[in-house]
């Protein structure tokens, strides 16, 4: 689905994002990393709100990424098929979702030891269409994790149907680390 081997060059352009860029700009800056570089069709970033009840939006890429922030998108983190968003879902589970809107299904998955060990077909999904993303095919949900916790999600869009390997699914959760690690000290996060 895409070059597995870019996923470096990624995050060594995530150091430089964080050294260069300001905090009001640095979301936004990383999710233009991961569809410039890696060919997607859009990525965003949510981060837990201070009462874990809601993941909020802070900065996608491209026009659709300024629509989101300035109507202040955010999704309640809950569980369930009806939600019109499904990142407060991958996060209230814990668990990488895939949506293939073509075929109308969610998958998750779960990580362990670097490996995909569950694979579960959650829901049959009615088509939900974002007037900020009208070529969307297929979507995954990845949390991302700082000391255990979920923090927020990695959201990444796709204008073909989606057909990740496990491999690379394995390889943009190590992204998902990444976008942790390196934003802790810059932008607090772990206060979250």
Not at 53 to 78: D, M, N, P, Q, R
Not at 146 to 170: A, M, Q, R, Y
Request: one cysteine or more; a negative charge.
């Amino acid at each position: 689905m895409f070059d597995i081997e870019k996923i470096d060059v990624v995050v060594n352009q995530f150091i430089d994002v964080k050294q260069e860029t300001s905090i009001e700009n640095y979301w936004d800056n990383v999710a233009e990393v991961i569809t410039q570089t890696l060919g997607f069709y859009f990525a965003g970033i949510y981060l837990s709100d201070s009462n874990n009840k809601f993941v909020v939006f802070k900065g996608g890429s491209g026009e659709a990424g300024k629509a989101f922030l300035k109507i202040g998108h955010k999704c309640k983190i809950v569980n369930g098929k009806n939600q019109s968003w499904h990142a407060g879902t991958a996060v209230y589970s814990n668990e990488i979702q895939l949506i293939n809107w073509a075929k109308g299904e969610i998958l998750g998955y779960q990580i362990m030891e670097r490996k995909v060990v569950n694979r579960n077909f959650l829901a049959k999904i009615g088509k939900f269409w974002s007037p900020q993303l009208p070529l969307t095919q297929g979507e995954l949900f990845i949390p991302i994790q700082t000391n255990h916790k979920i923090i927020g999600i990695l959201e990444i869009n796709l204008d073909v149907e989606p057909k990740f390997s496990e491999e690379e699914i394995v390889k943009l959760c190590s992204l998902a680390d990444h976008i942790a690690s390196i934003s802790r000290g810059k932008l607090g996060v772990d206060n979250l």
